[in-house]
């Protein structure tokens, strides 16, 4: 029996665009140099990661917990309210649900913002759980996080599957051994040819798959 672990930011949900923005419109809100490699920085950091970078590396004096709260305030009405689903998704996931492929999300966001657009778009039927890089204490660049959501997901290499749209998760998941799968996004459409280059299959859309 297949299983699937899905990403949910940029591959599931169209949630990128808000994100893109969120640290460089903190950082002038409060009086700070934003660096021009700052989204390149970020993309592949959890938002505890990034307040502790906008600390340590660019000068801000808000504790930890300021920065995420406000990060959390810039983007949770989105989750709770717009962000839709990447075009054909649902189609894909009924499928496999009705195939009987064992599916979960494993995400560097945080349950609580995340969960309100699982529900709003009626997406948790189809898991078997929400895992979140926080929870293992792990992170996407590298393997060890995989290895856990398939694990708990009852799946081995040979039969388990990754659904990513950033370079950096796609490579950490290919450095365990997994098979790939990166969904086109066009926040890390600059990426591309290198996230082809590591991914067993590049989609632009779910409808290919169908």
Same mark, same amino acid.
């Given at each position: ?86 075009? #054909?998704? $649902?189609?894909? &996931?009924? %499928? ?9 999300? !494993? *995400?560097? +966001? @945080?349950?609580? #913002?995340? $969960?309100?657009? &699982?529900? %709003? ?9 929400? !895992? *979140?890089? +926080? @929870? ?75």
């Amino acid at each position: 029996m297949k299983r699937i672990i899905f990403d949910l930011d940029g591959t599931l949900i169209d949630s990128m665009p808000i994100w893109k923005d969120t640290g460089r419109n903190f950082l002038l809100k409060h009086g700070f140099a934003v660096p021009e490699n700052l989204h390149s920085v970020v993309k592949a950091q959890t938002i505890g990661q990034t307040a502790e970078y906008f600390r340590s590396h660019l000068g801000v004096t808000h504790s930890q917990e300021e920065i995420i709260q406000e990060i959390i305030y810039y983007v949770e009405d989105a989750y709770k309210n717009t962000i839709p689903l990447k075009p #054909y998704a $649902r189609d894909f &996931l009924d %499928r496999e649900l009705a195939n009987g492929t064992k599916m979960c999300v !494993l *995400t560097a +966001s @945080e349950a609580s #913002y995340i $969960r309100p657009a &699982l529900e %709003r778009l009626d997406l948790l039927k189809y898991f078997q759980f929400i !895992l *979140t890089c +926080s @929870e293992t204490g792990h992170f996407k660049s590298e393997p060890d996080v995989f290895r856990i959501a398939m694990e708990k997901l009852g799946g081995s290499l040979e039969n388990t599957i990754v659904f990513e749209d950033a370079l950096y998760a796609v490579q950490g998941a290919k450095k365990g051994g997994f098979t790939v799968y990166a969904i086109a996004d066009p926040v890390t459409e600059a990426d591309s040819s290198e996230i082809c280059s590591y991914a067993d299959k590049y989609i632009k859309s779910y409808k290919e798959l169908l």
